[in-house]
């Protein structure tokens, strides 16, 4: 695709705070989020205790939070099951879905166009993301969204979406559909959670394996089931 185009998208966004949202995090994903520095981000299966998957979710380091952008429908059943593990732990999670309006942003000439607007350099690697500033609204920008690495996702506060919607706009892109947005994410070959990732499947199934699973990062909930499938080499 030639050009700018953005979408907004409806999705989840849960913020994990406190000292230990690293380890906190890392010990119930597939990701090796220790690895992480802020700034940062990985593809991530959330999964229950018989390693089936609970989320399929992009994990954002920042340096005072880490954000998982998931699915609108796993926001409330995913809360609920972190939730129960903060006891020991000085870490929260908040489903901050209503405050933050998130765009995903398309075409050839986006990275440029980006780039140019925010007075900086655009994250270079996938699911790296920064703090910029879009038309006097800070943004939060990150290379990669659900249409795969070619593409951008940019988080502002809800108030603020008409604002950068327009400077889009002006910057010369065109406001798409959610249609041209299914296109260009099946085109990624991106699974797309709901549609092609249930409660049912495990995290093999999906084949993100080298994107979103770390076989040698240790324990994590729902690891054993993944590392069995991983030794017999089949699901």
């Known amino acids: ?12 966004r849960l913020e994990t705070t406190g000292a230990d949202r690293v380890k906190f995090l890392h010990n119930f994903c597939t990701a090796d989020v220790r690895r992480l520095t802020p700034g940062q981000g990985a593809e991530a299966f959330l999964l229950n ?11 954002y380091v920042a340096d005072d939070k880490i954000v998982l952008d998931c699915a609108a429908q796993r926001a409330l059943p995913l809360s609920a099951h972190l939730d129960r593990y903060t006891l020991t732990d000085d870490v929260a999670v908040a489903d901050v879905s209503s405050d933050w309006a998130q765009l995903v942003l398309l075409g050839q000439a986006a990275e440029e166009l ?10 270079r690697s996938a699911h790296d993301f920064r703090r910029a500033n879009l038309g006097g609204a800070t943004i939060e920008l990150a290379r990669g969204s659900l249409a ?69 990062k240790g324990c994590y909930l729902g690891q054993e089931v993944v590392a069995r499938i991983d030794a017999l080499g089949h699901v």
Do not use: H
């Open 114 to 123: 980006l780039t140019s607007a925010i007075a900086g350099e655009a994250p």
């Open 49 to 59: 205790v018989k390693g089936k998957i609970l989320a399929y979710a992009l994990a």
């Open 1 to 12: 695709m030639s050009g700018l185009a953005f979408v907004r998208v409806e999705r989840a």
């Open 148 to 216: 795969g690495p070619q593409s951008w996702t940019l988080w502002v506060a809800a108030d603020k979406a008409q604002d950068v919607a327009e400077q889009l706009v002006a910057l010369g892109g065109r406001a798409c559909d959610a249609a041209e947005l299914e296109v260009a994410r099946i085109e990624a070959g991106m699974p797309l959670d709901g549609v092609d990732v249930t409660d049912d499947n495990l995290p093999q199934e999906v084949n993100r394996n080298a994107q979103a699973i770390s076989f040698t």
